[in-house]
C-alpha cells in the first residue's frame, strides 16, 4: 500500500517545499485511487523527500503520520502513526509533492493541513490543555501563514527563523471555497471560525501579529479595525509618480480608505543604507498623502508598547470615522480585561526570536 502523508507530517512537508525551490507541488483536482501495489516507503525520510541532514528530516525516533484507506490497513509500529482517510473528502484535498531523486509522494493539500490542524487543536480545547481563544489565535496564524508570503521552519516551527519572500500556496477564496464544500470532517467548526479572522499575502510572523492585533475582535486580543490589504503594490497617480524615488510601494498593511500604511521594520531594517532606504519610503507615503505608521518589535512586543501604536493608528482614522468612534475604540484598549486578552494574544504570537 502507498505511503501517504496526513498531518503534521502533511504540514512538514508542505512547509519544506515552499523553503526549497527543488520541490515540485502538484494539486490533484480529485482524491487519487490508492496504489494497492505500490510498496510503503521503508524509510520515513523518503516519505518526506528529505535526506537525513535537512532541516525537515526526522530524527531516528521520530513519528511519521500516514494516512490508510480503512481500518484494515493500519499496522503495528512504533514510529508510525495511522489515520483513516475519509471517503467524503472534497476535491483538492491532497497535493503530490516531487524532487529530484525521490519517489513523489501524494500528501495532504494545504487545506486539508488547516482542517487537520483545526481538528488537533479541537481535541486539545476539550481535554482542557488549551484555552479557545489560543486555539483560535494559533489556526489563524497558520492559515495566515498558508496563505502568505513565509514559511516557518519545518522541523521547530517556533524557534526557527522563517523564510520570507515566497508565493503563497493558498489563499483565503481557495480555503474558503474548500470549507464550503467540504462535510462530516472532525475541524469544520474551528477551521470556519477561524476563516474570517484570516488575510492574505502577509509577510512575517510579526506582521501577522500586528494585524491580528489591529483587526481582531477584543476578546482576541484585537481592536476590531477594519481589515486592511497586506503587501499590495499602490495605484499611484501620474501626479504622485512625479513626486516619488520608487517605482512600487507595497506596504505591510494598508486601510485605502484612511490613507493609512503600516510598516513591520525587523531586523533586516538594521543598518545604514536599509534605514536610509525606510526613510526614503516614509518619505514617499508622505508625498502621496498616505499616513505612515512603522513598528519594530520593540515597540510592539508589550502589551503597553503595542496598545500605543494602536493608539495612533486609531486617532489616525478617526479623522474619517470620528472623534465617538475613536472613544469607543479607546475604551478596548484602556479595558483590564481586553488588556489581558491582548496580553494572551501577545504570548501566543510573540516568536522566540524575532525578525
Not at 99 to 114: A, M, N, W, Y
Request: with cysteine; aromatic share 8%; hydrophobic share 35%.
Amino acid at each position: 500500500m502507498e505511503t501517504r502523508l496526513t498531518y503534521p507530517s502533511s504540514l512538514r512537508l508542505i512547509r519544506a517545499a515552499r523553503r526549497d525551490s527543488s520541490f515540485t507541488v502538484e494539486r490533484l483536482g480529485k482524491t487519487p485511487v490508492w496504489r494497492r501495489d505500490e510498496p510503503a516507503c521503508d524509510n520515513a525520510n523518503k516519505a518526506l523527500l528529505a535526506r537525513p541532514d535537512e532541516t525537515h528530516a526526522l530524527r531516528p525516533d521520530s513519528k511519521l503520520f500516514v494516512l490508510v484507506p480503512h481500518e484494515g490497513y493500519r499496522s503495528r509500529s512504533m514510529l508510525r502513526c495511522f489515520r483513516i482517510c475519509e471517503g467524503n473528502l472534497p476535491p483538492e484535498s491532497f497535493v503530490r509533492v516531487s524532487r529530484p531523486g525521490f519517489e513523489p509522494i501524494v500528501t495532504e493539500s494545504p487545506e486539508l493541513c488547516i482542517v487537520r490542524a483545526a481538528s488537533d487543536l479541537a481535541l486539545r480545547v476539550r481535554q482542557g490543555y488549551l484555552d479557545k481563544n489560543v486555539a483560535l489565535i494559533r489556526l489563524i496564524e497558520l492559515i495566515d501563514e498558508l496563505c502568505g508570503r513565509y514559511a516557518r521552519h519545518p522541523s521547530n516551527p517556533r524557534s526557527e527563523q522563517p523564510k520570507y519572500d515566497l508565493e503563497p500556496i493558498t489563499s483565503i477564496e481557495l480555503l474558503s471555497r474548500y470549507l464550503r464544500e467540504a462535510q462530516h470532517v472532525h475541524g469544520l467548526v474551528l477551521a470556519r471560525q477561524a476563516l474570517p479572522y484570516a488575510l492574505d499575502n502577509l509577510g512575517s510572523p510579526m506582521e501577522v501579529l500586528v494585524e491580528m492585533a489591529c483587526c481582531l475582535p477584543p476578546h482576541l486580543g484585537g481592536v476590531n479595525l477594519p481589515k486592511p490589504v497586506s503587501n499590495q503594490p499602490l495605484d499611484f497617480s501620474d501626479h504622485e509618480r512625479s513626486l516619488v524615488s520608487h517605482s512600487t510601494l507595497r506596504p505591510d498593511h494598508y486601510w485605502e480608505k484612511y490613507r493609512i500604511a503600516g510598516e513591520y521594520n525587523g531586523g533586516s531594517h538594521d543598518g545604514g543604507d536599509a534605514n536610509a532606504e525606510d526613510d526614503r519610503r516614509v518619505s514617499d507615503y508622505q508625498a502621496c498623502g498616505i499616513k505612515v505608521f512603522p513598528a519594530r518589535f520593540e515597540n510592539v512586543c508589550t502589551g503597553k508598547g503595542l496598545a500605543a501604536y494602536l493608539r495612533k493608528i486609531v486617532d489616525a482614522m478617526a479623522q474619517v470615522e470620528g472623534r465617538a468612534w475613536e472613544q469607543r475604540i479607546f475604551k478596548i484598549l484602556d479595558s483590564s480585561s481586553y488588556q489581558q486578552a491582548r496580553q494572551v494574544l501577545l504570548d501566543t504570537m510573540l516568536p522566540p526570536n524575532p525578525s
